[in-house]
């Protein structure tokens, strides 16, 4: 976490209160760095007054951006008063989510950090088509943020996964920790905590061959998890009590872990952002992502393009 100093904030165009720049100030202010406060708007209407010249419908565009120039610099100026580094920049582009992926690529943002809207009544999140086109195609860690404090004594709760043979799992596993680890050092009590969730017993297996066993089945794939997830915390130190091994589905026992220890932040890994697999970011993290109540830290393989092909397995 100590390398992202070059942040991306992408601002909501329809909210006084901006989360995400909140979020990304409480960063800074630990750890440096500078932010940028990003918005693309459009009006169709300014592009088709035909009774309007090339020129006048030109300066009416540059006009609508100065004056959101103006608000974001209102909304911002105690944090740059503050002494925060905080460039804004508003342009004029058809495509919300395309003009943030194509900003954080042109000037290497090391960390985009976006709002996500609040169900006010099931207290859940709730990802719009905007912010799913985000997670699935930016190539730098995306966080999302809850319109919420940071929580007293916060807590990290890294997703890892335990059951693959692949060595890009094991990689991701480890930077997913090392970064969530880096985070927990300069953000005010945050712990770092693990979660992984193995899977029970198909009831066509046991329907299909009598003499199967069940729940030795059940132990056998619990002790080899227990066995993998002991092996990664002494490898980083992590105390057994601040790990999770759990039989479900991840988009059950994840969210579930997260509520009970009421984590700040969901740290999980996503892969697929080129060519087919950008229409998906891995099965498994995208079903967990749409159960979650809290920030969520969404990173990539750092060679993602090496291992799209793996996407469905994910």
Known sequence: MAHYQNIMVAIDPDEEDQAALRRAVYLVRRNGGKIKAFLPIFDFSYEVTSLLSQDERMAM?????DQRVAWIRQL?????????DIEIKVIWHKRYHEAVIEEVETFDHDLLMKAAHQHDRLDSVIFTPIDWHILRKCSCPVWMVKDQPWPEHGKALVAVNLASEEDFHDELNQKLIEES?????????????????????????AIELPEFDPTMYNNAIRGQFLVAMKALRQQFSIPEERTHVEKGMPEDVIPAVAEKIDAGIVVLGTVGRTGLSAAFIGNTAERVIGHLKC????????????????????
């Open 61 to 65: 565009r540059q006009s609508a951006i």
């Open 295 to 314: 920030d969520l830290l969404a990173i990539k393989p750092d060679d993602t393009a090496e291992h799209d092909e793996h996407d469905d397995e994910d």
């Open 76 to 84: 911002s100026h105690y944090y740059i008063e503050s002494g925060v």
């Open 181 to 205: 680890l880096e985070l927990a050092a300069f953000a005010d009590s945050t712990e770092v905590q693990l979660v992984s969730a193995y899977p029970s017993t198909s009831i066509n297996i």
